[in-house]
């Protein structure tokens, strides 16, 4: 990125302040077994083979000057397990706020921690801060609460090294998915944040995203505003494909997001990507590649520093009452002919779009969202669709969200279905919700070019509280929808 480009953005003193960051997509070697338990050498031996391939793409990311590169959650190891198959590829992990640790300088401080050391030298060898996904096995007395029967709390660990190999960051992940049972969630929420010579960084993964806790507080009161990201992240059509919730949450939250993903096509896991936003689009730069046989990938990109958007419930209520649709005459169409279906498991309330052309508006509890539109359908069927409630599925949020998605096979009741496949176009859009003023907007437009593959749009459309297409987007519109997170 050029400082023109960002034009809007970009300051004397953003330029200064600008980094290269690098992400790398891993198609992780999992072990030949994991329904039994292992010996921690045959855990290593798995281990060392992901290393390896770390190391590669450190000395690459080097060689296009990163100063930061960024490994998937799982990395290291593979999905699967159980909490005893686990064991042995997890390594005490202390806290870097009460030790002073350099392990590739200092193996012996503790035991068992090879992994450790390998990251550390990894991370000096290629003077890079490095930041990965690793496991925790920590000791509890039994006084302690909720301390497992086995006497070891097992946390999901993101690690940072700073560039000379000393370990600057421990983050406990928080919010878990329904299949991580093999993991404990901690009993205080941690917010992790490290400061380098190029800015200050916070870490978190996966679903943490969603949550008040650590994500939000850290981007809306600790003014962070670069998030470097591992995770394990499965496509979920048509909201939370991950190179589209992970891009809106960049333009959204307004912050660098550095995203590594594992790369393994059968389970679902794949796209990365490193996000920044641009106050007019998303910009981006992303791997989504779902071809069978296709590979890791490394991601290297200059970022500059962002300023933090203070933004009060007052400012942003009157930014909200200032938004106006663009386009379409009169009243919106709201007829009698809505109905209820489950999307990315929540029950939306939907209205059928069937022409090429309209204004309508739908509304469920306190949300209503309006859309007036100009495209070209192709005698397919999309619906417009509103849900303010809370999200059960893989963790609690509250959620608003207003949506624009195909209707698969041309019946009601495959309206907002995963599917790859659309076939209408879009030339004019204007798009807005009324969401409670306490939310946080993530607007996305994902679209297909082929019936097969995904692409995220930028540059021709603007997220100003409402989204707004002027020039038409390329390709099929997958999902035009605005997902808001953040307190009732
Ligand atoms: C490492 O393990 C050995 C053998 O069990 C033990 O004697 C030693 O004290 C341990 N060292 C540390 C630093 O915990
Ligand atoms: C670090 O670099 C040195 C010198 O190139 C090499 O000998 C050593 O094996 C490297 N260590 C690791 C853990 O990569
Ligand atoms: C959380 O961070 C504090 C320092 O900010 C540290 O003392 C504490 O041990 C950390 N807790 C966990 C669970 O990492
Ligand atoms: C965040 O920025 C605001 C405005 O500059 C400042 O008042 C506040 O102290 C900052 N908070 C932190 C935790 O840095
Ligand atoms: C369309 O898809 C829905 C939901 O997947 C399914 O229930 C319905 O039977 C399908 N209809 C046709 C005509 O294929
Ligand atoms: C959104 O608009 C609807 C209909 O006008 C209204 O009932 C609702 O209170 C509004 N919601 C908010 C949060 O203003
Ligand atoms: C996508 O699929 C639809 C329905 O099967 C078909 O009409 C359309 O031509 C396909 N588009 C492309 C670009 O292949």
């Not at 999905?79 to 200092?106: A, M, N």
């Not at 796209?271 to 910009?283: A, C, E, V």
């Not at 409670?436 to 100003?464: F, H, K």
Request: include cysteine; charged fraction near 15%; proline fraction near 5%.
């Amino acid at each position: 990125m050029t400082c023109s480009q960002v034009a809007i953005l970009c300051t004397v003193v953003c330029c200064a302040l600008a980094f290269k960051a690098a992400v790398y997509e891993h198609d992780v070697i999992f072990p030949p077994q994991r329904s039994r338990v292992l010996s921690r050498d045959s855990a290593l031996q798995v281990m060392e083979k992901n290393l390896d391939v770390y190391k590669d793409q450190c000395a690459q990311a080097v060689k296009q000057k990163a100063q930061i590169i960024v490994f998937p959650e799982y990395g290291l190891y593979g999905l699967g397990w159980t909490r005893q198959t686990l064991v042995p590829y997890l390594e005490f992990i202390p806290d870097p706020h009460t030790v002073s640790w350099i392990p590739c300088d200092d193996p012996a401080r503790y035991n068992n921690t090879e992994v450790q050391y390998q990251l550390s030298c990894m991370a000096k060898n290629s003077s890079i801060y490095l930041v990965v996904n690793f496991g925790a096995r920590q000791p509890c007395s039994a006084t302690v609460p909720n301390c497992p029967s086995d006497g070891y709390f097992q946390f999901s660990t993101n690690l940072v090294y700073d560039s000379q190999g000393k370990f600057v960051a421990r983050y406990f992940k928080q919010n878990l998915n329904s299949d991580e049972i093999y993991f404990n969630r901690p009993a205080i929420t941690n917010y992790t944040v490290f400061t380098t010579p190029f800015g200050r960084f916070a870490t978190f993964s996966s679903y943490d995203i969603m949550f008040k806790d650590p994500a939000i507080t850290l981007i809306k009161s600790m003014n962070i505003t670069n998030i470097v990201y591992p995770v394990a992240w499965k496509n979920e059509l048509p909201l939370l494909a991950a190179i589209e919730i992970h891009s809106a949450f960049s333009e959204g939250m307004h912050v660098n997001l550095m995203a590594a993903n594992l790369h393994v096509l059968s389970k679902g896991y794949q796209g990365s990507g490193i996000y920044w936003p641009s106050g007019t689009s998303n910009n981006e730069i992303y791997y989504n590649n779902m071809k069978p046989g296709s590979g890791g990938k490394l991601l290297v990109q200059e970022l500059s520093a962002l300023d933090t958007v203070v933004e009060t419930k007052t400012t942003r209520k009157a930014k909200k009452q200032s938004t106006r649709l663009k386009t379409g005459t009169g009243d919106a169409q709201t007829r009698g002919n809505e109905f209820k279906a489950m999307m990315n498991h929540d029950l939306f309330t939907f209205v059928p779009l069937r022409t090429g052309y309209g204004h309508y508006k739908v509304c469920q509890n306190t949300l209503c969202c309006e859309t007036a539109y100009e495209g070209m359908f192709q005698n397919a069927l999309y619906a417009l669709g509103a849900f303010d409630g809370i999200h059960t599925y893989n963790g609690k949020y509250p959620l608003q969200a207003c949506t624009f998605v195909p209707c698969v096979n041309g019946s009601i009741s495959s309206c907002g279905q995963p599917s790859i496949k659309s076939i209408g176009y879009m030339d004019k859009m204007s798009f807005f919700g009324n969401f409670s003023s306490t939310r946080y907007v993530l607007p996305e437009v994902l679209v297909t070019l082929d019936n097969s593959t995904l692409d995220i749009v930028a540059r021709t459309w603007l997220y100003q509280e409402s989204i707004i297409i002027d020039v038409g987007v390329p390709g099929s519109p997958v999902s035009i929808s605005m997902y808001a997170i953040g307190g009732p």
